[in-house]
């Protein structure tokens, strides 16, 4: 079983950029795909990025347009989601999350199997 920790989460200013982590424990980091997702205040929980355990493979929301970027660094069991351009709806709980196998689609809540507390993200315009 694999522990997920997010950090990186603060209050920004409207355009600015912020880097999130999420550091992996207890299981083998090369064997997840691994995604983010964002809850905003009265919202449902939605996708926003994965990276595939394979290919590296990177897939993203529509709303993301170039925005953001996710990568993952294997040996340090950590993956990242470097948010730009950040306006007031990317106002959100992010949450990063593992999967192990593909019994569901990339972009669905259902689809993953370990989460993190989630790291708020304030962007002040």
């Known amino acids: 079983q694999v522990q997920l920790a997010e950090s990186g989460g603060g209050l920004v200013q409207a355009g600015d950029s912020r880097r999130l982590s999420c550091a992996a424990s207890g299981g083998t980091f090369s064997r997840y795909t691994m995604g983010w997702f964002r809850q905003a205040p009265g919202k449902e929980r939605e996708f926003v990025a994965a990276i595939g355990r394979t290919d590296g493979r990177t897939y993203y929301a529509d709303f993301v347009q170039g925005r953001f970027g996710i990568s993952r660094d294997i040996p340090k069991n950590t993956v990242y989601l470097q948010l730009s351009n950040l306006n007031s709806e990317d106002t959100a709980v992010y949450y990063c999350?593992?999967?192990?196998?593909?019994?569901?689609?990339?972009?669905?809540?259902?689809?993953?199997?370990?989460w993190g507390q989630g790291t708020q993200v304030t962007v002040s315009s």
């Open positions: 999350a593992a999967r192990a196998s593909s019994r569901s689609s990339l972009n669905a809540v259902a689809g993953y199997d370990y």
